[in-house]
């Protein structure tokens, strides 16, 4: 099995920073992809950004130029630095990564549990 825990959500004022961090453990063999999404209330889910197991990164045009995502693949943690947040980047953030377990040998799709973010003066 494989346990994701995040940590970094809060209230920040507009133009604050926060820093999300995901940690994976449990019986991992490797990792894939890692992202970040988001989801406000009565809206759907969105990807934020995502990070590839070659470092290739993409982000959604809303936080381009705000947000960075990034890996510890040592720790198997993913990050995501946020920059003059803005009120609409109020959300619960969930990290999601693409892991293959020592059992099955196959990628499989893990979400965290999801930290709120909340920006507001």
């Known amino acids: 099995q494989v346990q994701l825990v995040e940590s970094g959500g809060g209230l920040v004022q507009p133009g604050g920073s926060l820093r999300l961090s995901c940690a994976a453990s449990?019986?991992?063999?490797?990792?894939?992809?890692m992202g970040w999404y988001r989801q406000a209330p009565g809206k759907q889910r969105e990807l934020v950004a995502a990070?590839?197991?070659?470092?290739?990164?993409n982000y959604a045009d809303s936080v381009k130029g705000r947000f960075t995502i990034s890996r510890d693949n040592a720790k198997n943690t993913v990050y995501l630095q946020m920059n003059s947040l803005k009120p609409e980047d109020t959300a619960v953030y969930y990290c999601?990564?693409?892991?293959?377990?020592?059992?099955?040998?196959?990628?499989?799709?893990?979400w965290g549990q999801g930290t709120q973010v909340t920006v507001s003066s």
């Open positions: 449990g019986s991992i063999f490797s990792i894939n992809a």
């Open positions: 999601s990564l693409v892991v293959t377990t020592a059992q099955a040998m196959a990628p499989d799709d893990y």
């Open positions: 990070i590839t197991s070659g470092g290739s990164t």
